[in-house]
């Protein structure tokens, strides 16, 4: 069964910082992964897919990048509506595992 | 639009059975698979399983194979979670969403408690 590892933990950055989040799966998973943004009380929200494609009516702040075993969601200019929980998820072998999440907080 | 509704919130005993619900609407239910996931208090995502409502077929995670049962009922285009008997576990937030990742319910919290 394939683990993802998403790091970090938390990242503490102010508004306007480029932040970049990371995920290792542990086999290859080629580009069959997605992000997802959750906000306290919300449901997940996918980002990107097949690791680079922004979902529809995603800002273009948001990016993906990677393919194999390593990933990277970049926002490139942090706003006060992206501080959140990031996710990533692998769907090239089942059972479909997430990572468990980088927390974006307010420095 | 297209759409996932999940039924409201429940609390219930443990050893109880519940069972609760995700209807699809805006787009043709049948054959996109649907997902479901737990997120349990303050904690990450969790894939549970996917079944596909054109034919019923079934996958569950290993972590979730004879815990839950998954269903569905084409005529409405609903699908189901449910449990035979509940533990304080299962206590958590459950998100249906469709295959393509694109489209997830609001949630449905089910709250196990004595």
């Known amino acids: 069964e394939i683990v993802m590892t998403q790091s970090p933990a938390t990242l503490s950055m102010s508004p306007g910082e480029r932040a970049t989040l990371s995920c290792r799966a542990s086999q290859s998973v080629k580009s069959h992964l997605a992000w997802y943004q959750q906000k306290p009380g919300q449901a997940p929200r ?6 680079s494609n922004r979902a529809t009516g995603i800002p ?16 490139s200019s942090l706003q006060s509506e992206d501080f959140a929980v990031y996710y990533c998820q692998q769907y090239y072998n089942w059972p479909w595992p997430f990572g468990q999440g980088t927390r974006v907080e307010i420095k | 639009e297209e759409q996932l509704v999940q039924s409201g919130a429940e609390v219930k005993k443990p050893g109880e059975s519940l069972k ?19 997120q349990m208090p303050g904690k990450g995502l969790e894939w549970m399983g996917i079944i596909y409502p054109g034919d019923s077929d079934t996958k569950y ?14 005529s409405i285009s609903t699908a189901y979670l449910q449990w035979t008997s509940l533990k304080a576990s299962d206590t958590a937030m459950y998100y249906c969403v469709r295959h393509d990742l694109r489209l ?11």
Not at chain 1, 63 to 73: A, Q, R
Not at chain 2, 63 to 72: K, L
């Open chain 1, 60 to 75: 273009a702040r948001f990016s993906g990048s990677g393919s194999g075993t390593e990933f990277t969601l970049t926002i």
């Open chain 2, 20 to 38: 609760i619900s995700c209807k699809g609407s805006g787009y043709s239910f049948n054959t996109y698979w649907i997902g479901w996931v737990r």
């Open chain 2, 104 to 114: 997830w319910g609001q949630g449905t919290l089910v709250t196990v408690s004595s």
């Open chain 2, 61 to 74: 995670s290993p972590s979730f194979q004879g815990q839950v049962i998954f269903s569905v009922d084409r």
């Open chain 1, 46 to 51: 996918l980002l990107i897919y097949d690791a």
